[in-house]
């Protein structure tokens, strides 16, 4: 279960196929370019008036309620023919390896971050139904920056898809949810969260090249402290293939490039990558992701002692206990999704 060639599936005529490329477009460069249109249909008198009150509403909402959404969302966004498509096009798998009873709540560290975090985002976020087959009555959310529910529109999408918040307090509020089937917030019959977190985040897209498996966690400890604050079992998840779907223009650390990407991500928390994808019509440039497939691994839960000031040393042991365990994942799993996986390694920094 290698490399995934860029051939199409029998199942997939012409016109479906190119249709999967086109949404899979539509879906990478969205951010980037929606809000700029919307921003610019807004110059109007009555446009910035909508706007300011708009603008006004989401700054409440998101300090007051971290811009919450109940259950799981809104579902037909999180399961339907276009997330299926996205899903069948790299393709993406989600492989179980242990139980997530849903009577807790539970932090999934998931590596690598890749360019976009696209396995991830699809098990976990916009295409949720063999996760839900897997882990039932357990809600999985994503943890992504805090900005981006600031952003008028793309904040209801991204809630709608079931992320959150990855600020402490944000964290903090799901982790300590009710467990319980009675509890108001559980109407939907789901009686746990499951936060995703991309820990690596933007320092750890800067490394994702195909074949490069680096990971950034030796000096993120944040997620251990809110584990052990909220009493949430870790769960350590390893993504195979995500790294492939895109390159980047050479970025060594030593490059200028480097350098500014390393300025720009101290300045807005996001790291200004050029991606080398693929095109409509020709598979050697452009922004639509390569086909190569991506399968998450999800391991089984570290338990952590729950308390409100965690010991250093404490700390240290658990983040000791998750690097290990993705160490394990990487060895055990790495010559069943990787191809010629003996000229393929595991780097921690």
Do not use: W
């Given at each position: 279960?290698?490399?995934?060639?860029?051939?199409?599936?029998?199942?997939f005529t012409n016109i479906s196929y190119r249709f999967i490329r086109l949404y899979c477009f539509i879906f990478t460069v969205y951010v980037s370019v929606f809000n700029n249109i919307f921003l610019g249909k807004c110059l109007s008198f009555m446009g910035r008036a909508i706007l300011l009150l708009y603008l006004s509403f989401i700054y409440y909402d998101h300090k007051k309620h971290f811009s919450n959404i109940y259950g799981n969302g809104w579902l037909p966004l999180r399961n339907n023919f276009l997330t299926k498509h996205m899903r069948d096009y790299f393709p993406i798998e989600l492989v179980k390896t242990a139980e997530l009873k849903p009577?807790?709540?539970?932090?999934?560290?998931?590596f690598p971050h890749g360019v976009i975090g696209t396995g991830v985002t699809n098990n976990m976020g916009n295409n949720i139904g063999k996760w839900l087959q897997l882990y039932p009555g357990v809600r999985?959310?994503?943890?992504?920056?805090?900005?981006h529910f600031y952003i008028p529109f793309l904040r209801e999408i991204l809630r709608f898809w079931g992320l959150i918040s990855c600020s402490k307090e944000s964290l903090i509020y799901y982790l300590t949810k009710s467990n319980d089937?009675?509890?108001?917030?559980?109407?939907?019959?789901?009686?746990?969260?499951?936060?995703a977190l991309l820990v690596g985040g933007a320092q750890e897209s800067l490394d994702s090249h195909p074949r490069n498996y680096v990971l950034t966690i030796k000096s993120r400890q944040g997620?251990?402290?809110?584990?052990?604050?909220?009493?949430?079992?870790i769960v350590p998840s390893f993504s195979f293939g995500e790294v492939d779907i895109y390159d980047q223009v050479n970025n060594s650390s030593d490059s200028c490039l480097r350098r500014f990407q390393l300025f720009v991500k101290e300045l807005t928390g996001v790291s200004p990558l050029i991606v080398i994808g693929r095109g409509f019509f020709q598979y050697n440039f452009g922004f639509i992701p390569q086909r190569h497939q991506i399968v998450q691994v999800v391991g089984s839960p570290i338990e952590?002692?729950?308390?409100y000031n965690p010991d250093p040393q404490y700390v240290n042991e658990i983040h000791q206990k998750v690097i290990e365990a993705l160490e394990e994942m990487f060895e055990k799993?790495?010559?069943k999704y990787?191809?010629?996986?003996?000229?393929?390694?595991?780097v921690i920094n």
């Open positions: 279960m290698g490399s995934h060639q860029d051939a199409t599936p029998a199942s009577n807790r709540n539970y932090i999934l560290a998931c999985p959310k994503i943890a992504t920056l805090d900005m089937p009675e509890h108001s917030h559980n109407k939907d019959g789901f009686t746990s969260n499951a936060v997620f251990i402290k809110v584990a052990i604050r909220t009493g949430s079992a952590v002692k729950q308390t799993y790495k010559h990787i191809q010629n996986a003996n000229t393929v390694h595991l």
